[in-house]
């Protein structure tokens, strides 16, 4: 695989598992170091040692991102590590669904405080070291990735605050978009429909049950196939911009 990443650095959020340790995985192999961020320090460890097995560079940084605190000091340590950052995939979430009138209040202010509160907290703190590395010679470019969902396109019943958190994280995406990716900070959203990863675990068993056999009898995407497309987006020419991206599969129409 070519090492188009070479002399970058990336923070991916949500490493400890899914999509994040697949992307983690994928940036590393294209040369990039990464700063692993989530709360499982267990896993982010056993995660740097698969990397640097395979002759990359990663760090552990265990954090919570809703913690203003603590997403801003992931920043801090991942510059002070590596010396810069170059990319930054804003992935951690959480899903919890059901009916709006039987939701526990504490789950949906958990699923704003991470899906938003936590992506706006990293995105605000990485901003200026994006920008310094948009303006030298390594790329001449800098990255930002967040990832949405396809229930940031379409609304379902029993799906309202997740809905309501990813269709924020869509248009806080082209807004941003709009103010820096002139300065050579892209700025773009990935959307992925129907992916087998642990997103599920967090709803009663019923729910979960139901959306793992959603849609009954089709094939999911699997997390390495998002990682793809982050890999994509953060790889085009420093001319070439990539807004949104929608993955789903071919089974979920």
Do not use: C
Not at 54 to 71: C, F, I, N, P, Y
Not at 114 to 120: H, P, R
Not at 164 to 185: D, P, Y
Not at 210 to 237: C, H, N, W
Request: glycine share 10%.
């Amino acid at each position: 695989m070519s090492k188009t990443l070479t002399g970058t650095v990336a923070i991916v959020t949500g490493a400890s598992s899914g999509i994040g340790h697949a992307t983690a995985l994928s940036l590393a192999e294209r040369g990039a170091s990464i700063a692993l961020v989530a709360r499982r320090q267990d896993r982010l460890d056993s995660l740097v040692s698969e990397i640097e097995a395979a002759g990359g560079t990663a760090l552990a940084v265990a954090t919570d991102v809703s913690d203003r605190e603590q997403a801003e000091a992931a920043v801090q340590k991942t510059v002070e590590r590596f010396g810069r950052l170059d990319i930054l995939v804003n992935n951690a979430g959480l899903m919890i669904l059901g009916p709006f009138a039987d939701a526990d209040v504490d789950d949906f202010e958990r699923m704003i405080a991470i899906n938003q509160k936590g992506l706006l907290y990293l995105t605000k703190a990485a901003l200026p070291y994006l920008t310094k590395s948009a303006g030298d010679d390594v790329r001449g470019v800098a990255d930002i990735v967040n990832i949405s969902s396809i229930a940031g396109r379409e609304a379902w019943g029993g799906y309202g605050v997740y809905a309501m958190t990813k269709f924020g994280v869509n248009g806080f995406t082209e807004a941003l978009r709009q103010e820096i990716t002139q300065s050579h900070v892209r700025v773009g959203v990935l959307e992925p429909g129907a992916v087998d990863t642990e997103l599920v675990s967090h709803n009663t068993d019923e729910i979960a049950a139901g959306i793992a056999a959603f849609p009954e009898g089709k094939q999911k995407l699997l997390s390495e196939d998002i990682a793809d497309g982050i890999a994509y987006m953060v790889t085009r020419p420093r001319h070439t911009s990539i807004g949104e991206l929608w993955i789903m599969p071919t089974d979920q129409a």
